[in-house]
């Protein structure tokens, strides 16, 4: 008789792609979606050990909120058995999709929101039903190659902008048009491929989960719809690996928020036809994970466990004079229409930010998960964290496998490191996804850390 406890899993994919004229965000502006240069998917995984169960879901999004999922996972848990707390849906953070999130100028697609949140539940439900007992294998390999710190520390006499005009930030993040003025990157990156794999006893595979901690590409226009570098590894992937109809190949965005493919010291080495820099990217991830498997190590008797916190940080809020000047600002020009990113309308952006943000609880809750599948254990945070960050979580588990997923179970923005919110940068300018004061950064790992090792 086959062991209860033996690990189970089960698959699902859902096409979600947003119909032409959806709102697509990501920019600091609004886009309509005009054309779909490749579909869009919720990917899930649902996992069962004795009665403990968990759902890992891929979403091709830029962002979720907690809003948005609360009522999601409400329905899914009614459905399935599987609490609140283990499930962890995340977006792949594409800048290419539809609208969940309002973010700067953009607006949330509510008529998407409705339709997604049904395919979530779907996608779910649909991968519970189809549980059959597996194995799992933990890889990885450094890809350093396409690893870009995108801030940069420029020459000594060059002024920085920054949209609250102190002229005191230290680092440029994306120095367009300030190519000649850069010194050097300022700043780690995390060059690690990592990935968990499943299959069934049989041998037929049924996931792979991988994790790297690069921003999108975006190399194709703002108004098309697009699965960015995380579709072209996934389908090279299941290619590759001659995988059946049920197989699922789901990319995670790691701790990028430092991170991206644009180098400003090096900006020819990728071709310049569009999509040609995304697909690129993805079939080589995909062939490194193939390169690996003969070394993989199966566990056909893993264990599941998972956990969840939740604890509140400060807000980093404007004060009265800047409110006021951020009020001036406002009422002194119109950003409706505007589509072209010059210092003024940056500015007005950002003051209407700290209007939005003064608005908001002095307190921001922060919610946390792991899950620990077998040898390997997987961490969530909902927002952005420097690879630093993510290197330091690694650290604390050296020798078993662990990566981080970040935009997990909502979006609370960037959490820079203490000395990287000092440096200024575009990272760390203060809004509605730059909140955290600046001790949030050693709060969350500290919290992360220890939740992870009690699992």
Not at 13 to 20: D, H, K, R, S
Not at 370 to 388: D, Q, S, T, Y
Not at 406 to 430: D, F, K, S
């Amino acid at each position: 008789m086959m062991n209860e406890k033996m690990l189970s899993a089960g698959t699902a994919t859902t096409e979600i792609t947003p119909p032409v004229g959806s709102i697509i965000n990501g920019d600091f502006f609004s886009h309509r979606a005009q054309s779909v240069g490749d579909p869009l998917y919720a990917k899930a995984i649902v996992l069962q050990s004795g009665a403990i169960r968990f759902a890992l879901v891929m979403v091709d999004t830029c962002s979720l909120t907690y809003e948005f999922l609360g009522p999601v996972k409400q329905q899914i848990e009614a459905i399935t058995g599987i609490p609140q707390q283990h499930q962890l849906i995340a977006a792949t953070h594409i800048h290419s999709g539809g609208s969940v999130n309002g973010i700067f100028l953009s607006e949330v697609d509510t008529a998407y929101c409705a339709l997604l949140g049904k395919a979530l539940v779907q996608v779910v439900a649909k991968a519970f039903e189809c549980l059959t007992p597996c194995m799992v294998a933990y890889g990885s390999v450094p890809v350093p190659e396409h690893m870009v710190c995108r801030r940069y520390h420029m020459k000594k006499d060059f002024t920085p902008f920054d949209p609250f005009g102190k002229g005191t930030d230290r680092v440029v993040t994306n120095p367009f048009g300030y190519e000649d003025q850069i010194l050097e990157q300022a700043g780690e990156t995390d060059p690690e491929l990592a990935f968990m794999a499943l299959r069934s006893l049989e041998g037929t595979w049924l996931a792979v989960l991988a994790n790297y901690s690069l921003h999108y590409v975006g190399d194709f226009s703002k108004t098309v719809v697009s699965a960015d570098y995380f579709g072209h590894f996934a389908r090279s992937l299941k290619e590759r690996l001659g995988a059946g109809a049920d197989f699922v190949a789901l990319m995670s965005n790691g701790t990028s928020g430092n991170i991206n493919i644009w180098d400003f010291l090096n900006p020819h080495r990728y071709p310049g036809e569009p999509f040609e820099k995304s697909r690129l990217i993805g079939r080589e991830l995909a062939a490194h994970i193939v390169d690996c498997l003969p070394q993989l190590q199966w566990d056909a008797a893993a264990t599941l466990s998972a956990g969840a916190a939740v604890f509140e940080l400060p807000v980093r809020k404007p004060g009265h004079a800047a409110l006021m000047r951020a009020q001036q600002q406002v009422e002194g020009g119109v950003l409706e229409g505007r589509r072209s990113l010059d210092r003024e309308t940056v500015q007005r952006i950002y003051a209407r930010e700290q209007l939005l943000l003064a608005a908001e609880p002095d307190h921001c809750p922060v919610y946390i998960q792991g899950v620990r599948i077998g040898a390997g254990r997987i961490g969530a945070f909902p927002g952005e964290l420097f690879a630093e960050t993510g290197l330091w979580l690694k650290e604390r588990f050296r020798g078993t496998p662990y990566f981080t997923i970040c935009l997990a179970n909502g979006n609370i923005g960037y959490a820079p490191p203490p000395h990287e919110l000092e440096a200024g940068g575009y990272e760390t300018w203060r809004c509605r996804t730059s909140k955290q004061e600046a001790g949030a950064e050693p709060e969350i790992k500290s919290r992360m850390e220890q939740l992870l090792k009690g699992l």
